[in-house]
């Protein structure tokens, strides 16, 4: 690979885009590679989403079709040739579609090889482009990207097996994790020594999912009232959100109102990204109930900070734990979640920050894929769900 051509995403303070830049670059700068980080114009100043779930709906259109009107540029000016890549970080992007009309009618040398990363879409039928009505012509749309890229990089060998069934055409590669900055979210409270001692911690159990449907908040709430049926609780129960408190669903969000009022939760919403990560370190138990989460960077985030976590071995979490028992319950058991909660309060798991570590060497994986070195996740073939139960990397077994 002569040059990387990085299509990266708008920034939004509330969201993984704030930082997805920067952990990048810093793989990219020790791996010695030669980027170009093309630009986009945002449509406004905010850094916020005022319309959709994931990415603002007018924000990421704007953005993404101006970064692509500089793409389009470069390539007119003869700088983008046959031996570069150009990795988009969404497979959705608008505009994309000018890249095989110009690939197309240019000669051999100047086409540049493609690699896309899928963050779900319509092969998953959780995600909010279901909800929306959207799924039709995503799909369509997602059949005209096969047609042209080099590969699809997904984030789980689930996720291969759901773009299979869907009859995707493109390579494969399973990535084996989101992109993440290990060091740089360490920064952020001041360095690992800073990291609060789990004994100091309170007993507080945070939930940082968005509060959409395919999240599962009611199954959050439903669990603190189990405590509180129990009796004497004796736990803190915390919602983290960086903007204020929404969701496709306002039932959600009226419950979590009205259980904040009666004293069972704490809701903190509209923090700072810095903000979150106190919060974190001050939390023994990151809890998640998604339907719909490939990998998740909270799931990093709390590992890092010395924080538990306890998610449901449900799609890709059984490969980003390792298929580690203690710190996954049974889909959807709240009595199983209940008990495991409750172990996990009580000290630091004894494999706390390994799952950051791993996905922490996740631009690696993607790095070595561009430039032909990362065959091994290539899911080509009839025999890609082998790689399914294998344990990405090792953890520690301790028998109870």
């Given amino acids: 690979m002569r040059k990387l051509y990085y299509m990266g995403l708008e920034s939004y303070e509330a969201r993984y885009t704030l930082q997805l830049t920067a952990w990048n670059r810093r793989v990219f700068e020790r791996r010695g590679l030669d980027v170009v980080y093309v630009p986009g114009t945002t449509i406004d100043n905010t850094q916020s989403i005022s319309v959709g779930q994931v990415l603002d709906a007018h924000g990421r259109s704007y953005f993404s079709m101006s970064q692509m009107m500089n793409l389009v540029q470069l390539m007119k000016n003869g700088e983008v040739t046959a031996e570069d890549v150009i990795y988009f970080e969404d497979m959705f992007q608008p505009g994309i579609e000018s ?7 240019i000669p051999a040398e100047q086409r540049p090889r493609i690699y896309v990363r899928c963050l779900a879409q319509a092969i ?3 995600d ?8 039709g012509w995503m799909s369509t749309y997602e059949r ?8 699809v990089l997904a984030t789980n060998e689930e996720m291969v097996a759901h773009m299979r069934i869907a009859g995707w055409t493109a390579p494969i590669y ?14 952020r409270i001041g360095g690992s020594a800073n990291i609060r001692p789990f004994e100091d911690r309170p ?14 908040p009611g199954f959050f709430m439903d669990l603190i009232d189990m405590f509180h049926d129990q009796g004497p609780v004796g736990v803190e129960f915390c919602i983290y959100s960086g903007g204020p408190l929404r969701s496709n669903n306002a039932e959600y969000v009226t419950r979590a109102r009205e259980m904040e009022a009666a004293g069972k939760l704490k809701i903190y919403d509209n923090i700072s990204k810095n903000e979150y990560y106190a919060h974190l370190n001050n ?9 719909q989460d490939w990998v998740s960077n909270t799931v990093s985030e709390a590992d890092t900070l010395g924080c538990n976590v306890l998610y449901p071995a449900y799609r890709s979490f059984p490969e980003t734990f390792a298929n580690d028992p203690n710190r996954l319950y049974v889909p959807w058991s709240i009595d199983d979640a209940y008990h495991k909660i409750q172990n996990l309060l009580r000290e630091p798991h004894h494999n706390m920050g390994l799952i950051s570590d791993w996905n922490n060497g996740t631009v690696d994986r993607v790095v070595d894929i561009i430039t032909g070195n990362g065959e091994q996740w290539n899911r080509a073939g009839n025999r890609y769900r082998d790689h399914a139960a294998a344990a990405k990397y090792h953890v520690v077994k301790v028998e109870s």
């Fill in 203 to 216: 007993r507080r159990v945070g939930f940082a999912a968005r509060f959409d449907q395919e999240k599962q």
């Fill in 174 to 187: 399973n990535i084996s994790g989101l992109a993440f900055g290990k060091a740089e979210v360490l920064e």
């Fill in 99 to 105: 890249l095989p009309y110009i690939m197309d009618q």
């Fill in 124 to 126: 998953d039928p959780d």
């Fill in 144 to 151: 005209m990207v096969n047609h042209f890229v080099t590969g």
């Fill in 283 to 291: 939390t023994r138990v990151l809890f998640n109930c998604a339907l």
């Fill in 128 to 135: 909010f482009v279901h909800v929306w009505g959207m799924a």
